[in-house]
């Protein structure tokens, strides 16, 4: 079991940065996983980490703009988010599950209830 908390969201004009972070608790060998979900649309992949923060996986509308990290000693996720634009509102989910780092929502077992990134025009 992984128990999972975001935190760290909020309201940012565009153009701006914002981190978030997850904090889990539970078994501690886990791929890190970030989806959002914005109003009216389905929930989508951001970034993911492996265990080890060896690899790292990005979806390309974030890549090079966001960074994914972790600290295993604290056991907390971080996702680093620059030059935000109103299209990346949403809320925000950390997730958590033991296949290699990837895409797809059905790879990971836990999840956090998700914190609210608002980007201002």
């Known amino acids: 079991q992984v128990h999972l908390v975001e935190s760290g969201g909020g309201l940012v004009q565009a153009g701006g940065s914002l981190g978030l972070s997850c904090a889990a608790s539970g078994r501690t060998f886990y791929t890190m996983g970030w989806f959002r979900q914005a109003p009216g649309k389905e929930r989508e992949f951001v970034a993911a980490i492996s265990w080890s923060a060896g690899s790292t996986y990005y979806a390309r509308s974030v890549k090079g703009l966001f960074t994914i990290s972790r600290d295993n000693v604290k056991n907390t996720g971080f996702l680093q988010m620059n030059s935000l634009k109103p299209e990346d509102t949403a809320v925000y989910y950390c997730?958590?599950?033991?296949?290699?780092?990837?895409?797809?929502?059905?790879?990971?077992?836990?999840w956090g209830q998700g914190t609210q990134v608002t980007v201002s025009s």
């Open positions: 997730a958590a599950g033991s296949k290699l780092p990837g895409p797809g929502a059905s790879d990971y077992e836990y």
